[in-house]
């Protein structure tokens, strides 16, 4: 983690659902605090609440079975932008950017409809064989 | 960090469960269980008391939306209470809020129940 002139930057790698979802929302806490925000700073809360959702996407289909490839994550402010980068190695998941937010009857398939809404941007590109997720906010 | 369910019955015999942690990909399945159980005994009255839920995602969502069907085909009524700012955000984004009746206080869920 580093903390230069207001920008803060925090990276991390990780393997397994707890952990990867302890350190996604411990970073979030860090910049918080880095960069003075009360605890229901809505802006923050609602890019903290999308990262949750691609995070455990990625946490739960970006890592092909029977390999220990980590999740490879970044997060960055910097001039009131707060962006994140999330790199794995699942399989191609283009058919699902699009979905809409399902029926109130339907226990799943609210996530990324959810992160799109929540973020100024939501980038996909799948690299070789890595899917790229960026996650941007203005706060 | 886990997930921890407290369950209690109140002296008008509504269930008041109660999750502390997150509720997400990895806590969901332990309101489910913790759901399962309440839904095994008569028509129920249910409250979740959400003041211990620091934070909610899809996945917590919709365990919460399966103990409404599953309390709801044993002609049972859940009610939501005390969630944070960040769970009413979620609730209104998914307009799930309007099938949810939640309410402010443990108390104020109890009241008439």
Same mark, same amino acid.
């Not at chain 1, 980068?85 to 109130?104: F, I, K, Q, Y």
């Given at each position: 983690?580093?903390?230069?002139?207001?920008?803060?930057?925090?990276?991390?790698?990780?393997?397994?659902?707890?952990?990867?979802?302890?350190?996604?929302?411990?970073?979030?806490?860090?910049?918080?605090?880095?960069?003075?925000?009360?605890?229901?700073?809505?802006?923050?809360?609602?890019?903290?609440?999308?990262?949750?959702?691609?995070?455990?996407?990625?946490?739960?289909?970006?890592?092909?079975?029977?390999?220990?490839?980590?999740?490879?994550?970044?997060?960055?402010?910097?001039?009131?932008?707060?962006?994140?980068?999330?790199?794995?190695?699942?399989?191609?998941?283009?058919?699902?950017?699009?979905?809409?937010?399902?029926?109130?009857?339907?226990?799943?398939?609210?996530?990324?409809?959810?992160?799109?809404?929540?973020?100024?941007?939501?980038?996909?590109?799948?690299?070789?064989?890595?899917?790229?997720?960026?996650?941007?906010?203005?706060? | 960090?886990?997930?921890?369910?407290?369950?209690?019955?109140?002296?008008?015999?509504?269930?008041?469960?109660?999750?502390?942690?997150?509720?997400? &990909?990895?806590?969901?399945?332990?309101?489910?269980?913790?759901?399962?159980?309440?839904?095994?005994?008569?028509?129920?009255?249910?409250?979740?008391?959400?003041?211990?839920?620091?934070?909610?995602?899809?996945?917590?969502?919709?365990?919460?939306?399966?103990?409404?069907?599953?309390?709801?085909?044993?002609?049972?009524?859940?009610?939501?209470?005390?969630?944070?700012?960040?769970?009413? &955000?979620?609730?209104?984004?998914?307009?799930?809020?309007?099938?949810?009746?939640?309410?402010?206080?443990?108390?104020?869920?109890?009241?008439?129940?």
């Amino acid at each position: 983690m580093s903390t230069t002139n207001g920008a803060f930057e925090f990276r991390a790698t990780f393997a397994r659902l707890d952990e990867g979802l302890d350190i996604l929302h411990r970073s979030v806490e860090r910049l918080r605090a880095a960069t003075g925000r009360e605890s229901n700073d809505l802006g923050l809360l609602l890019f903290e609440t999308a990262l949750g959702e691609i995070g455990s996407n990625v946490l739960t289909h970006g890592r092909p079975t029977g390999t220990e490839q980590p999740v490879e994550y970044r997060l960055k402010f910097m001039q009131g932008v707060v962006e994140a980068s999330l790199t794995d190695s699942g399989a191609p998941v283009h058919e699902h950017l699009a979905r809409e937010m399902p029926g109130h009857e339907s226990e799943a398939g609210r996530g990324l409809a959810m992160a799109r809404s929540l973020l100024d941007e939501l980038g996909y590109e799948r690299d070789g064989g890595l899917n790229r997720w960026r996650l941007v906010k203005r706060l | 960090m886990t997930l921890e369910v407290q369950t209690r019955q109140t002296e008008g015999g509504v269930t008041v469960v109660a999750p502390s942690g997150r509720l997400d &990909v990895a806590g969901a399945p332990a309101l489910k269980d913790a759901m399962n159980k309440v839904a095994q005994n008569g028509p129920p009255r249910v409250v979740i008391d959400m003041e211990g839920i620091s934070f909610v995602d899809s996945t917590g969502l919709g365990s919460v939306i399966a103990a409404l069907k599953q309390i709801r085909n044993r002609q049972g009524e859940l009610r939501l209470a005390a969630p944070n700012q960040q769970v009413r &955000v979620v609730l209104e984004l998914t307009t799930l809020d309007k099938v949810f009746p939640y309410f402010a206080t443990l108390e104020e869920a109890l009241a008439g129940f």
